[in-house]
Nanobody, 121 residues
Framework: QVQLMESGGGSVQSGGSLRLSCAVS????????MGWFRQAPGKQREGVAI???????TYADSVRGRFTISQDNAKNTLYLHMNNLKPDDTAMYYC???????????????WGQGTQVTVSS
């Protein structure tokens, strides 16, 4: 059973930075696509950034140039480096694993519990 555990969320002011981490256990880490998704109150869950089995990232238009997804295979950990944060980035952020390589939540079978990111203006 794949287990994902996020950490690193918090409250920052607009323009600030955070780094989210996702510790992965229970499967062959490199055999899956990994991604970060977020969900704000009253909104649907949306893809933020994913990284496929070849290590190629894909970003949502809203975060491209500000967020960077990376992974440390030796530590089985996925990261999301977030810079120049904006109030619209406020959401619960989730780590997910699956066999698809797109930004839609559908097809990702394993999810963490989420970590809250709050950006104030």
């Amino acid at each position: 059973q794949v287990q994902l555990m996020e950490s690193g969320g918090g409250s920052v002011q607009s323009g600030g930075s955070l780094r989210l981490s996702c510790a992965v256990s229970g499967h062959s880490y490199s055999s899956r696509c990994m991604g970060w998704f977020r969900q704000a109150p009253g909104k649907q869950r949306e893809g933020v950034a994913i990284i496929d089995r070849d290590g190629i990232p894909t970003y949502a238009d809203s975060v491209r140039g500000r967020f960077t997804i990376s992974q440390d295979n030796a530590k089985n950990t996925l990261y999301l480096h977030m810079n120049n944060l904006k109030p619209d980035d406020t959401a619960m952020y989730y780590c997910a694993a699956g066999r698809v390589a797109w930004l839609r939540p559908v097809g990702y079978n394993n999810w963490g519990q989420g970590t809250q990111v709050t950006v104030s203006s």
